[in-house]
Nanobody, 124 residues
Framework: QVQLVESGGGLVQAGGSLRLSCAAS????????MGWFRQAPGKEREFVAA????????YYVDSVKGRFTISRDNAKNTVYLQMNSLKPEDTSVYYC?????????????????WGQGTQVTVSS
């Protein structure tokens, strides 16, 4: 069992920045492959970014490349999502998740533990 707690969401103007954090417990964090997803009202959950267990490999959806950075601190059992140059279309609830064995990092079905989510609102 893995527990995930996100934090760092809030209200920001377009062009601003936020850093989301996701603290994990219950498993050896350095063995976990992690991802960030987001879901806006009335829309499906969307992949944002993923990172390998050691942090050496990262993946992003095209719409956030060059603006968002996923990273992790295995000593702190935490994964981060640094979001810069935010746009109103980035407004969503953001979730961190633990990827299971097998499956493609892009799909929510590949993840078997989820946090409760943190709201990010970008005003124009």
């Amino acid at each position: 069992q893995v527990q995930l707690v996100e934090s760092g969401g809030g209200l920001v103007q377009a062009g601003g920045s936020l850093r989301l954090s996701c603290a994990a417990s219950g498993r050896t964090f350095s063995n976990l492959r992690m991802g960030w997803f987001r879901q806006a009202p009335g829309k499906e959950r969307e992949f944002v970014a993923a990172i390998s267990s050691g942090g050496g490999n990262t993946y992003y959806v095209d719409s956030v490349k060059g603006r968002f950075t996923i990273s992790r601190d295995n000593a702190k059992n935490t994964v981060y999502l640094q979001m810069n140059s935010l746009k109103p279309e980035d407004t969503s609830v953001y979730y961190c998740a633990v990827r299971g064995y097998g499956g493609n990092y892009y799909y929510p079905s590949a993840y078997n533990y989820w946090g409760q989510g943190t709201q990010v609102t970008v005003s124009s």
